[in-house]
């Protein structure tokens, strides 16, 4: 059993039965001219936590956790894309508009896919979902039972988001969390504070929190 110095206390796990989620570290969301930029946001910060992406990616595969990637990604016809969702952004740079990567959020397309530093190897798992969260319309709680998985490690974009809406759905499935806070980030710095800070208040009442360092050390 492998245990982790953890906000509020102490995260357990044991390898076979855990995996490691990268929530949507897609061109989309990282790079100038696509769905983020679209929102009006300032993508740049996004970047500077490829790093420690990569150093939490290296563990999981030195362990040989599962590694799961997920990207925010809808069908060329958009017929899984809720016209309240395609009306956000600006005009003309909407969900399926065409963007300087390509139409955006869509599947295939260059902006969706997930910036090459932090890219899936043959094996992993890639989870193309149309929702915010990874559970919802992609059949992947059914794979992760069969699996044997009960613990998610949780890296990856924007920690608000879809990282928040990821791990609020996986703990209403019965899976202890665990957000690693250096693996992730937030167009606004003050929203990513509070989502860490309400992840684990009220006794870890979403799930709980680790620097990087302190995974690295418990499975040295
Ligand atoms: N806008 C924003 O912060 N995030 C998203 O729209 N998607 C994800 O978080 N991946």
């Known amino acids: 059993m492998i245990q982790v110095d953890a906000r509020p206390d102490g995260f357990s796990f044991e390898p076979s039965s855990t995996a490691l989620v990268v929530i949507d570290m897609q061109r989309d969301f990282i790079e100038p001219g696509g769905f983020g930029a679209a929102l009006g946001n300032d993508v740049t910060p996004l970047k500077a936590i490829v790093p420690a992406v990569r150093r939490l990616l290296a563990l999981a595969r030195q362990q040989s956790l599962l ?101 609020r759905e996986a703990n209403d499935r019965g899976y202890r969390c665990l957000l690693v806070e250096e693996a992730t980030e937030s167009y606004f710095p003050e929203f990513k504070r509070s989502t860490l800070d309400m992840i684990i208040a009220q006794g870890g009442i979403v799930g709980r929190t680790a620097r990087l360092s302190a995974l690295e050390a418990a499975l040295h």
């Not at 997920?70 to 016209?83: A, G, I, Q, V």
């Open 67 to 167: 590694v799961i990637h997920t990207r925010e990604s809808h069908l060329p016809d958009l017929s899984d894309c809720p016209p309240a969702k395609q009306a956000h952004g600006l005009p003309g740079m909407r969900i399926g508009d065409q963007g300087p990567m390509g139409r955006i959020l869509v599947h295939g397309e260059p902006g969706n896919q997930i910036l090459e530093e932090v890219a899936p190897l043959a094996g992993e798992w890639v989870i193309d979902k149309p929702g915010k969260g990874m559970f919802y319309a992609t059949g992947l709680h059914e794979r992760l039972v069969a699996r044997g998985i009960s613990h998610l490690l949780f890296a990856g974009v924007t920690t608000e988001v879809c990282v928040q809406t990821s791990m």
